[in-house]
């Protein structure tokens, strides 16, 4: 089978990224849009094809998982021999459970329409939720970043530095950051008040004269970290926090948040299109890479075993 990748619009710069370094130029594709915004994907010269369709579904998510649906209809339908969903960043994940009866698990109901369309398999980088694969009907590939970014880091983490964790959701996160840079790990507990408030309200670690590295799987209105750099201050460490998140999505009051003299870099990765300027003080850390890599071994059917997310 020919590899093929096929570029959503949600970050072309990325594929087509991947599509370099795999020495694959990327398939036509075009999405049509009618006037009363309905749209329609159009690709060609796939038949046969191991098709590798990169579309994060990042804000509009809504917007972007109906693009990457039809995509992959279009795809099933130009006659592709089997079908890999690549969304770096995958919207939804964070609705993996009932918060309250009445609630829709989001994650499930997209999966299960990636897999009615004719998704065989998905590659998704640093998850929300550990528990996506159990989720999906399909094989799911959990990549990461983290090596990547704590190779970026550099000499942004001396040897006197903390590893933070915002919440204890992200403690695993900061343990594998830590484990990869040699360096302790401190852990802030909070309490979100509603999609956009968070109270952080105690450390546990020691910060007091030491720089600190803020890290998470994601960076939505800035909330968490806004909140954890305040409280680190608060506990003595060095002013100027470095932030390190696989997604920056950077929504609603984000940038008002982290353009505070407190954070002094915020390193993102690109499984979301970033704009050229936002005030922030943002540096981006490519993920072509290690997804050109994995997907080079899954349409060469070798193993993805030293890529995979820790769980």
Same mark, same amino acid.
């Given at each position: 089978m020919t590899l093929r990748i096929v570029a959503g619009s949600a970050n072309r710069a990325l594929a087509?990224?991947?599509?370099?370094?795999? $020495? =694959?130029?990327?398939?036509?594709? @075009? %999405?049509?849009?009618?006037?009363?915004?309905?749209?329609?994907? *159009?690709?060609?010269?796939?038949?046969?094809?191991?098709?590798?369709l990169v579309q994060p579904t990042s804000p509009p998510v809504n917007e972007?998982?109906?693009?990457?649906?039809?995509?992959?209809?279009?795809?099933?339908?130009?006659?592709?021999?089997?079908?890999?969903?690549?969304?770096p960043y995958f919207g939804y994940a964070r609705q993996d459970r009932r918060g309250r009866p009445g609630q829709a698990i989001g994650v499930r109901v997209v999966a299960d329409a990636l897999a009615s369309a004719g998704t065989r398999r998905l590659i998704v980088v640093d998850p929300h939720t550990t528990a996506l694969e159990a989720i999906c009907? $399909? =094989?799911?590939?959990?990549?990461? @970043? %983290?090596?990547?970014?704590?190779?970026?880091?550099?000499?942004? *983490?001396?040897?006197e530095a903390v590893l933070v964790a915002p919440d204890l959701g992200a403690v695993k996160l900061a343990e594998h950051y830590g484990a990869l840079l040699s360096r302790p790990v401190a852990v802030v507990r909070k309490t979100r008040l509603s999609g956009t408030r968070v109270v952080a309200e105690e450390l546990v670690g020691d910060v007091r004269d030491r720089p600190v590295v803020v890290v998470d799987d994601m960076i939505s209105t800035g909330g968490t970290i806004e909140a954890a750099a305040e409280v680190v201050a608060h506990h003595g460490a060095v002013p100027e926090v470095v932030v390190a998140a696989t997604h920056g999505l950077f929504v609603g009051p984000a940038a008002e948040r982290l353009s505070s003299a407190r954070i002094r870099r915020i390193l993102v990765t690109d499984t979301v299109a970033q704009p050229a300027a936002s005030g922030m003080p943002i540096a981006v850390c490519?993920?072509?890479?290690?997804?050109?890599?994995?997907?080079?071994?899954?349409?060469?059917?070798?193993?993805?075993?030293?890529l995979l997310a820790r769980t």
């Open positions: 087509g990224s991947v599509a370099d370094l795999l $020495g =694959a130029a990327p398939a036509a594709a @075009a %999405v049509e849009r009618f006037p009363d915004g309905e749209l329609r994907p *159009v690709v060609d010269g796939l038949s046969g094809a191991d098709v590798y972007h998982v109906m693009e990457l649906l039809l995509l992959v209809d279009a795809c099933r339908r130009a006659g592709a021999a089997r079908i890999t969903a690549v969304m009907a $399909g =094989a799911v590939e959990m990549l990461t @970043a %983290v090596p990547s970014l704590a190779r970026a880091l550099g000499d942004q *983490v001396p040897e490519s993920v072509a890479p290690p997804l050109a890599d994995a997907i080079g071994r899954l349409h060469r059917d070798e193993p993805l075993d030293d």
